[in-house]
């Protein structure tokens, strides 16, 4: 069954020349250096670049878990920047799902409350043939009673996959989904999350350090030192690993910490 969620293209978030800093003084690092830049609907996106480079503030910002310091955030046609806390907060129960590296289910329940809990919160019904359609994709329907602690790692993240997908956001934020898998129950999440792009339309924003898992992606942006440096489409993880090479040569001649005030007087 195909269920075209998000027919028609076009883009589901988007940074408009973003920056974020962090402390003051001496303290102060700035994380992301006016980062511009479009995810479009129905696409699979990686995030790559070495540590510290602002991947996962850049992530956190697009999906309202994070003020900017200046510029813009864009959910589908909504402007973040200068909303009320309570206005992001519904925002990203509706239009926003996450997977994070630890899964985080909550222990207690089994596998489908834990799939149907954001919609439980939001006091919304699930649709059933959808809710189906997504157990029967990423392969749980034989577990759905089971709590956490009776899964495997890889059935775990499974299972935050399709509490991610069931709502049917608008933008699927993943950072690092596959960091604590084995490569066989990596390669398996990264399937279904190429999947549920493919076949129902899913927009899908992963942080990862990982070629091989940013080559299931149809698009890889690379940062460093809070900036976008290059991207690539349609990926294999050689193309990648030869471009992250690059950036970890470029990124160790800049140890003098950027300063706000140097950068944008
Ligand atoms: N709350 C914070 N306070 C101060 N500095 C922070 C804070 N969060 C992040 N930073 C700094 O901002 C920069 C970017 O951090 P970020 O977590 O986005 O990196 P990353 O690319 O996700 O790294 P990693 O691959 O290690 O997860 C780093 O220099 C980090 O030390
Ligand atoms: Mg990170």
């Known amino acids: ?157 499974r299972v935050a996959c399709a509490r991610a997908l069931v709502s049917r956001p608008e933008v699927i934020f993943a950072d690092e989904p596959t960091g604590n898998l084995d490569s066989r129950s990596g390669a398996e999440v990264l399937s279904f999350l190429r999947n549920s792009v493919r076949e129902f339309g899913q927009t899908i924003v992963m942080v990862t350090h990982d070629p091989n898992a940013a080559s299931y992606a149809d698009r890889v942006i690379f940062l460093a030192d809070g900036r976008i440096v290059d991207e690539l489409r349609d990926p294999t993880a050689e193309a990648v690993l030869d471009k992250l090479k690059g950036l970890d040569s470029a990124g160790s001649m800049d140890l003098a910490p950027a300063r706000l005030a140097d950068e944008v007087a």
């Open 1 to 157: 069954m195909t269920t075209n969620v998000t027919a028609g293209g076009g883009i589901a978030a988007r940074a408009a020349d973003v920056w974020k800093v962090y402390g003051s003084g001496e303290a102060q690092v700035i994380a992301l250096h006016g980062v511009s830049v479009e995810l479009e609907r129905g696409h699979f996106t990686a995030i790559m670049g070495p540590s510290g480079s602002g991947k996962s503030t850049l992530m956190h910002t697009l999906a309202g878990l994070d003020s900017v310091t200046r510029g813009d955030i864009f959910v589908g046609d909504t402007r973040l920047t200068g909303m009320s806390d309570k206005a992001l907060t519904d925002l990203r129960r509706t239009k926003v799902g996450f997977i994070f590296q630890q899964f985080n289910l909550l222990p207690t329940l089994t596998a489908e409350e834990n799939i149907l809990l954001p919609l439980s919160i939001a006091g919304r019904k699930p649709d059933s043939a959808w809710f189906d359609t997504v157990i029967k994709t990423v392969g749980l329907s034989d577990r759905l009673g089971h709590r956490p602690s009776q899964l495997s790692g890889g059935q775990q993240q």
